[in-house]
C-alpha cells in the first residue's frame, strides 16, 4: 500500500520512476523512497500511524538508479546500482 501512494504522488511519474527501496527516519516521522527512472529521492511525511503519506521534498539522488539507501546520523547513503557510487545526501 505504501508503494502505490508513491507512485500516485504528484512526485514520481508513472511509466518513468520505479521505486526501489523504502527507508524511515529515526524518529519514524518521515519516509524516504528512491526513484529509479528519475534517479531521485523523494521524502514524503508519515501522518497518523502511517495511515497517509505526503510527498514534502524531491533531490538528485546523486548516482545513477538509487538502488539501496540507508538514513544514518542526519544523512541519507544512496548506492547507485548502474554508476557503482555511493552518494551522501543531508537530511537536515
Do not use: C
Amino acid at each position: 500500500a505504501v508503494v502505490s501512494s508513491v507512485l500516485t504522488s504528484p512526485i514520481a511519474e508513472i511509466g518513468v520512476d520505479f521505486p526501489a527501496e523504502l527507508a524511515r527516519s529515526r524518529d519514524a516521522q518521515f519516509l524516504y523512497t528512491a526513484l529509479r527512472g528519475s534517479n531521485t529521492i523523494a521524502a514524503l511525511r508519515v501522518r497518523g500511524s502511517g495511515e497517509a503519506l505526503e510527498p514534502i521534498a524531491l533531490a538528485d539522488s546523486g548516482v545513477d538508479w538509487p538502488r539501496h539507501h540507508l538514513v544514518h546520523e542526519g544523512k541519507l547513503l544512496v548506492a547507485g546500482q548502474r554508476s557503482d557510487t555511493v552518494a551522501l545526501i543531508d537530511l537536515d
